[in-house]
């Protein structure tokens, strides 16, 4: 077979060449610094920590082979892709206290377009690799309205829509579950926040979040 990302001849997806250059270009390999307090890759200790600040991680810049293969997940379609990307999650998950998996669901025009759910692929595959629990908490195409909302969060607002109060979900927050959301690519962090705003109405907890890019 070919490396899905440079052509040349490979064994796995993606070949050692395009793999070390996508653990070069993680905020883990590139940021010598690390954050004081939660130990996570920190480009210079005089800005605030992403993660302390917000609870969000993202694996790599959006650029390069990152953004590539992200445009061949997503834009192109090839769900094979979701092995590699579930696994930069692993180390993200590691520093993290029993997480809990919510993935965030693709929209319902990329859904049809590509014909699969990006997160929910990379969720069901962290879950039987890693043994990471996961819950499907939100569905796209929602249409309630919420008064602890900026503006930015009403415009993406109706589109995603929390599910009925779940029963699991109430269960995992009992037994000191960690809600973890998953993204892909964070632009102006509008979805996450938004998602975070109505896990907090509706469950009370506050979740953490995980990206595989930040643009
Ligand atoms: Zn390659
Ligand atoms: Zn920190």
Redesign the pocket.
Known sequence: MV?I??G?L?DSL??P??TQALQDLSYESQYRQRCPDCGRPQLDRAYPCLFCQRGIQAYAPYTSVVATLLRQFKGEGQRSLSKVFAPLFIPMLASIENPLLIPVPASNKGFSDRGFDQMLLIARLLKRTGGYPYLRLFAQEGKGQSKFLSMRERQVRHTLTLLPLNEKAIQAKKSGHTFVLLDDIYTTGATLSLSKTLLAEAYGIEALSLVIAMV
């Open positions: 490396c990302h440079c040349r490979s993606a070949c060449i395009c």
